[in-house]
């Protein structure tokens, strides 16, 4: 069993866009992309190169090779053991582009907005007995 578990970036309309580039891979890539996440899953903040690499600020990249094909999947740590992977892209640079760690920052700070914002709603149940005490 696992002990963390990975989660995709969810836009405001439910999309989730590293499921769409994960789906655009050849069968291969994808089948290895996959176990690269299971990996993930199993190892964690325990990851090391060559499975995974920090690069800046909380921001990670999971490495993925498939022949002479390289896909990198940025992700970063939530709180439970959750990891939320954000993007990925095929590499074709001997560094990651800034313009994909800015995305994936970008995402982060999303993510962490929408958490903290959901904390001060309240629950659906609260909302249906104030609403119905009202209206006494």
């Known amino acids: 069993m ?73 992700y970063f740590f939530d709180c439970d053991r959750i990891i939320i992977a954000t993007n990925g892209f095929i590499k074709t640079t001997n560094k990651t582009p800034r313009s994909e760690i800015s995305l994936a920052k970008q995402r982060r700070d999303i993510y962490f907005s929408r958490k903290e914002a959901s904390k001060n709603e309240w629950p659906t149940t609260v909302k249906r007995w104030i609403n119905a005490e009202s209206r006494i």
């Open 2 to 74: 696992s002990q963390y578990k990975v989660d995709f970036y969810k836009e405001a309309d439910g999309k989730k866009p590293l499921g769409t580039f994960i789906k655009s891979l050849d069968i291969r890539m994808k089948a290895k992309v996959v176990a690269s996440l299971s990996l993930l899953e199993e190892y964690g903040n325990m990851a090391r190169e060559p499975l995974s690499k920090h690069l800046e600020d909380g921001i990670f990249e999971l490495r993925v090779i498939e022949s002479k094909n390289i896909v990198r999947i940025l």
